[in-house]
């Protein structure tokens, strides 16, 4: 266990379903990301949250919405997703700016498969 | 931007042998550079991290050499076993910026 904790690990749906990934970590970081990582590409940043407040939105498509209730938690709305968004979503924290302390602290990923 | 059905970079190794793993980082003003590893089915886990105002650092069994001339970074793996199989990503960071990370290199061990 590395201190940030995903669920579902795995996860099907249709691409009429609305679905939610969670992430949780109690390291008190205060940064939390979301990554989606395909097959044959590098991670690929999707949000930010820094102190509960998104600081970035990388050009991601509105089927995907995050929310970040507070620091230790974060989530992922998933609707009307495509097939091509089937991948591996990753989630991490650190403490702001990550330079030092070890960087980011990943959790293990929910492996999604849209059908 | 990275293209799709980018080939991921791999290394076989025979067990016991040394490995080493290369990455180029983009960034001539990162300070901060962390190597990770990608066990199948898990999340990148930490293995060694170094700042800018050194050229190497060692860990068990791990040594991270620096280059900051030519912006090289490498991951030296002594003694290699089976659980050291793999993909290994490079990551740079600069101050309060977000890490920026390298498309990764599958390592697998030979019996």
């Known amino acids: 266990e590395t201190g940030v904790t995903q669920t579902p690990r795995h996860l099907v749906m249709g691409m009429t379903n609305k679905k939610s990934l969670k992430c949780e970590q109690h390291?008190?970081?205060?940064?939390m990301y979301w990554y989606k990582q395909s097959a044959k590409k590098p991670l690929e940043l999707m949000f930010v949250y820094n102190f509960k407040e998104q600081t970035e939105n990388n050009s991601v498509p509105s089927r995907f919405s995050p929310e970040c209730p507070n620091s230790s938690h974060l989530f992922l709305h998933l609707h009307t997703l495509q097939p091509e968004d089937s991948a591996l979503y990753l989630c991490?924290?650190?403490?702001?700016?990550?330079?030092?302390?070890?960087?980011?602290?990943f959790g293990s990923g929910t492996r999604l498969t849209v059908v | 931007g990275e293209s799709v059905g980018l080939h991921l970079p791999t290394l076989s190794v025979q067990e016991g042998d040394n490995s080493i793993i290369n990455c180029a980082y983009s960034?001539?003003?990162?300070?901060?550079f962390i190597w990770y590893k990608q066990e199948s089915g898990k999340g990148p886990q930490f293995i060694i991290d170094i700042r800018s105002n050194m050229d190497k650092r060692q860990g068990q069994r791990v040594t991270v050499l620096l280059n900051k001339t030519v912006k090289h970074l490498s991951l030296q793996i002594a003694a290699t076993q089976p659980g050291d199989s793999a993909v290994y990503f490079c990551?740079?960071?600069?101050?309060?910026?977000?890490?920026?990370f390298g498309t990764g290199t599958r390592l697998t061990i030979i019996p």
């Open positions: 960034n001539s003003a990162s300070d901060y």
């Open positions: 390291l008190g970081h205060n940064a």
């Open positions: 991490a924290s650190s403490p702001p700016g990550a330079s030092g302390s070890g960087g980011y602290t």
């Open positions: 990551a740079e960071g600069f101050g309060n910026e977000k890490l920026t």
